[in-house]
C-alpha cells in the first residue's frame, strides 16, 4: 500500500499579513505542517502540492518557500494555480527563464502520475490546452498498464450551473471526461476552492482539500464568509481503490484523553 500526502493553496507570503493585514500565517503553517509530515511513520511515498503555492506570485515568495520545502525528506511534486505566476516559479524552482506551463507525469513504482497545469493568467477559472490534452492522451496510451493519478488545480466543473470561477471552463470538462473515459483513473487530487470536498465524476474519485490557508463556511448562502480552518489529506492506494484522511492544521484542536494504542490492539472483538 502507498501512501501520500496532499497539500494545496499555501498561499504562502513573504510577510504573515496579507490581504488588507488579515493575518493567515502562511509560514508557521508550512512549518508545523513540514514538521508532521516529517514525523509520519512509514514515511508517505511522495507528497502534492496541487497548487496556490504563493499568493501573489512574486519572486521573494517562491524563493523563501522553495528554501522551507527543502526540509521535506519526501519527493514533492508540484502543480499551478491561479495565484501562480508561471516565470517566477520556473526561475526559482527549475532555474529556466521562461513562462512555459508546468504539465508533465513521473512514474512511481506502478503508478503514473500526470500532474496537468489549469492555471491562465489573469483568470480565476481553469483551463486545459489542447497541447496539454495531447500530452495527457500520449501518456495514459504508453502507460495503460497502470494506473493514473493526475493532479491539477481546478477541479473539472461538476454542474452546469456553478460559478464560472470555482472550476474548469465548460470546454475543459468536457474534453476531459472525453479522455479519462474508459482509462484506469485512480483518482484527480485538486485545490482552489478552499473547501474538503470529494465528489464522484464519472466514476472518478476528485480529491479536494481546503488546502492551508482558509476555508468557506458553507452555511452562509448570501455571501462567502471565509473562516479559519487549514488542512491537508493523507490518502492510502489499496489494492481496491483510495481512502483519504484530512488533518486538521488550525485550529488546534483541544486534547480531551490520550489512550495508549496498545491497550486498542489488546481488544477482543
Known amino acids: 500500500m502507498k501512501r501520500f500526502i496532499h497539500l494545496t493553496d499555501l498561499h504562502f507570503s513573504s510577510r504573515d499579513k496579507t490581504q488588507n493585514e488579515i493575518h493567515f500565517e502562511t509560514r508557521k503553517t508550512i512549518l508545523n505542517v513540514i514538521k508532521e509530515i516529517n514525523n509520519f511513520r512509514p514515511e508517505p511515498n511522495f507528497i502534492l502540492i496541487s497548487g496556490d503555492l504563493s499568493n501573489t506570485g512574486n519572486i521573494k515568495s517562491y524563493e523563501e518557500l522553495y528554501q522551507i520545502l527543502k526540509n521535506i525528506k519526501t519527493p514533492i511534486y508540484y502543480a499551478l494555480g491561479n495565484h501562480d505566476k508561471k516565470l517566477s516559479f520556473n526561475k526559482v524552482f527549475r532555474n529556466i527563464n521562461s513562462e512555459e506551463p508546468l504539465f508533465y507525469n513521473h512514474i512511481i513504482e506502478d503508478l503514473n502520475l500526470i500532474v496537468l497545469d489549469t492555471s491562465v493568467s489573469g483568470k480565476v477559472s481553469g483551463e486545459i490546452s489542447d497541447e496539454q490534452f495531447e500530452f495527457l492522451s500520449n501518456c495514459l496510451t504508453q502507460n495503460k498498464q497502470m494506473q493514473s493519478l493526475i493532479m491539477m ?10 460559478p464560472n470561477w470555482i472550476s474548469l471552463d465548460e470546454k475543459s470538462t ?25 465528489n464522484f465524476w464519472h466514476g472518478i474519485p476528485i480529491i479536494i482539500s481546503n488546502g492551508l490557508y482558509s476555508t468557506i463556511d458553507l452555511s452562509i448562502k448570501d455571501e462567502m464568509r471565509i473562516i479559519e480552518g487549514k488542512s491537508f489529506n493523507v490518502c492510502h492506494i489499496r489494492d481496491n481503490g483510495i481512502g483519504v ?6 485550529p488546534t484542536a483541544k486534547v480531551f484523553k490520550s489512550i495508549n494504542v496498545k ?3 489488546n481488544l477482543k472483538i
Do not use: D, R, W
Not at 484522511?245 to 488550525?250: A, G, N, Q
Open 153 to 162: 488545480h481546478h477541479p473539472p466543473k461538476f454542474s452546469m450551473s456553478s
Open 174 to 198: 468536457t474534453k476531459l471526461k472525453s479522455k479519462l473515459a474508459n482509462q484506469n483513473i485512480l483518482a484527480i487530487v485538486c485545490g482552489h476552492i478552499h473547501i474538503n470536498q470529494t
Open 245 to 250: 484522511t484530512v488533518v486538521p492544521v488550525k
Open 263 to 265: 491497550k486498542f490492539k
